[in-house]
């Protein structure tokens, strides 16, 4: 391994530092000005502001931080991304801007690693480019695959050299739009990842599932598969190891979210703290009450904790080290302590609080979700607990 020199180390720290500039003068120029509510849940609007702003990020030189330089991104290991991700996830529209939010960023990661050159050309490219979007689609109505994904229900089989796929997928991210899908299917060997062109005649998207959360882009979709077909190359990866990869994309697409996520909550109590330097109540600020105090002082705990959880993932990535314990504690922690923050601005704000008059009340829609998706707390908390006592391990 090349050494790195001290100068080296300081060089990078500096444009990591400018980077970090950049984005949040990008943000605050840019993205948040483009934000409005009713955009919320438009998701024909949304595409194309996310176009547009797409555009003035490759200008700024910020667009695709977390891709390889060859492949047109800025290079940034993982330690770099969680600096320059919460920045831009300060925004709504921050991280979509810099073509970094999910479901593409980690649709892109499974088609760098799993991708053949073929595949790379015909949707890699094009996504990285920002003129296609993606979506990922694993979830399933019960009695199929959810918290649970050995319950997985679509199915794949070889039929004459090709593969046929039946299955009901729902809650995909993305989907309304989206170019192709990254679909997780049962085969005979275990789970396959299939990629499958929206304009396949087997592939029908039946509605986009309205949510509490505004943003997404291409909405939540459902979707049915029925005696849809694909060819061989359509296989991501090798047949069988579908639920390997989809696990392996969940780890660095949590500690993902955690970033973004901890940059909106920042931007909720950056907001909630103006309102309270200014708001009097029987005769005092509310800054000088104790019980917001204690709310604010909580907050930045919350944060603090969170940034350092997030860190130290990422330096354990940067090294090459397995994160599946760290990461999974990282994401209940931060999903639970942004939610908290969010919340307590939503308290100190009072009725504005839980309005569209600024962007808090969205906010705190938007991270509830995040306690369900990339595994649920309460699944985190019992695989944590089963690891733990099943390897003695201290605490
Ligand atoms: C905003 C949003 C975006 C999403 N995007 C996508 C996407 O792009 N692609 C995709 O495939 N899916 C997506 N999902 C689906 C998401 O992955 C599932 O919601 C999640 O896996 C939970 O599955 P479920 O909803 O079926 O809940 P269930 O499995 O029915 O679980 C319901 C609740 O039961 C509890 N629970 C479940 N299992 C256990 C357990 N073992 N121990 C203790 N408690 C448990 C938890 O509280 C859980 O919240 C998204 C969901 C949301 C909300």
């Given at each position: 391994?090349p050494?790195?020199?001290?100068?080296?180390?300081?060089?990078r720290?500096?444009?990591?530092?400018?980077?970090?500039?950049?984005?949040?003068?990008?943000v605050?120029?840019?993205?948040?000005?483009s934000?409005?509510?009713?955009?919320?849940h438009?998701?024909v609007?949304?595409d194309?502001?996310?176009?547009?702003?797409?555009?003035?990020?490759r200008?700024a030189g910020i667009?695709?931080?977390?891709l390889?330089r060859?492949?047109?991104?800025?290079?940034?290991?993982w330690?770099?991304?969680?600096?320059?991700?919460?920045?831009?996830g300060?925004?709504?529209?921050g991280?979509?801007?810099?073509?970094?939010?999910?479901?593409?960023?980690?649709?892109?990661?499974?088609?760098?690693?799993?991708g053949?050159?073929?595949?790379?050309?015909?949707?890699?490219?094009?996504?990285?480019?920002g003129?296609?979007?993606?979506?990922?689609?694993m979830?399933?109505?019960?009695?199929?695959?959810?918290?649970?994904?050995?319950?997985?229900?679509?199915?794949?089989?070889?039929?004459?050299?090709?593969w046929?796929?039946?299955?009901?997928?729902?809650?995909?991210?993305?989907?309304?739009?989206?170019?192709?899908?990254?679909?997780?299917?049962?085969?005979?060997?275990?789970?396959?990842?299939?990629?499958?062109?929206?304009?396949?005649?087997?592939?029908?998207?039946?509605?986009?599932i309205?949510?509490?959360d505004?943003?997404?882009?291409?909405?939540?979709?459902?979707?049915?598969?029925?005696?849809c077909?694909?060819?061989?190359?359509?296989?991501?990866?090798l047949?069988?190891?579908?639920f390997d990869?989809?696990?392996?994309?969940?780890?660095?697409?949590r500690?993902s979210?955690?970033?973004r996520f901890?940059?909106?909550?920042?931007?909720?109590?950056?907001?909630?703290q103006?309102?309270?330097?200014?708001?009097?109540?029987f005769?005092?600020?509310?800054?000088?009450?104790?019980?917001?105090?204690?709310?604010?002082?909580?907050?930045?705990?919350?944060l603090?904790?969170?940034?350092?959880?997030?860190?130290?993932?990422?330096?354990?990535?940067?090294?090459?080290?397995?994160?599946?314990?760290e990461?999974?504690?990282?994401?209940?922690?931060?999903?639970e302590?942004?939610?908290?923050?969010?919340?307590?601005?939503?308290?100190?704000?009072?009725?504005?609080?839980?309005?569209d008059?600024?962007?808090?009340?969205?906010?705190?829609?938007?991270?509830?979700?995040?306690?369900?998706?990339?595994?649920?707390?309460?699944?985190?908390?019992?695989?944590l607990?089963r690891?733990i006592?099943?390897s003695?391990?201290?605490?």
């Amino acid at each position: 391994m090349p050494t790195v020199t001290p100068q080296q180390d300081s060089d990078r720290a500096t444009r990591l530092g400018e980077l970090r500039e950049a984005v949040r003068r990008f943000v605050e120029t840019h993205a948040i000005p483009s934000e409005d509510p009713a955009l919320a849940h438009d998701v024909v609007r949304l595409d194309r502001v996310t176009r547009g702003l797409q555009a003035r990020a490759r200008e700024a030189g910020i667009y695709a931080p977390h891709l390889p330089r060859e492949h047109g991104g800025l290079g940034l290991n993982w330690s770099e991304r969680a600096q320059v991700l919460e920045e831009a996830g300060r925004s709504f529209l921050g991280a979509p801007a810099l073509n970094c939010a999910p479901p593409d960023q980690p649709n892109m990661i499974n088609l760098l690693q799993q991708g053949t050159p073929a595949q790379q050309q015909k949707y890699l490219m094009p996504l990285i480019r920002g003129e296609i979007r993606s979506c990922f689609a694993m979830t399933e109505p019960a009695p199929g695959a959810g918290s649970d994904p050995g319950m997985l229900r679509t199915v794949a089989e070889r039929v004459n050299g090709n593969w046929v796929l039946n299955g009901h997928k729902w809650f995909i991210s993305g989907a309304v739009g989206a170019a192709f899908a990254i679909v997780l299917a049962r085969t005979d060997d275990g789970a396959t990842m299939f990629l499958v062109d929206a304009g396949n005649p087997g592939y029908r998207l039946v509605r986009n599932i309205a949510g509490m959360d505004g943003y997404q882009i291409g909405g939540h979709g459902e979707i049915l598969l029925e005696r849809c077909v694909v060819p061989d190359d359509a296989v991501l990866g090798l047949p069988g190891k579908g639920f390997d990869y989809a696990q392996a994309r969940l780890e660095p697409a949590r500690l993902s979210h955690c970033m973004r996520f901890i940059g909106r909550a920042s931007r909720a109590m950056e907001i909630a703290q103006r309102y309270a330097a200014q708001r009097d109540s029987f005769g005092q600020r509310l800054c000088e009450l104790q019980q917001i105090q204690a709310m604010v002082a909580d907050s930045h705990i919350d944060l603090h904790a969170s940034r350092l959880m997030v860190r130290d993932c990422a330096m354990r990535m940067d090294a090459g080290e397995p994160v599946k314990h760290e990461s999974a504690m990282t994401k209940v922690f931060v999903s639970e302590a942004v939610w908290r923050v969010a919340d307590r601005a939503v308290q100190i704000m009072g009725a504005q609080g839980i309005s569209d008059d600024t962007p808090v009340s969205m906010i705190q829609r938007e991270l509830r979700p995040f306690r369900i998706y990339d595994g649920a707390s309460e699944l985190h908390r019992a695989t944590l607990a089963r690891r733990i006592f099943k390897s003695g391990m201290r605490p």
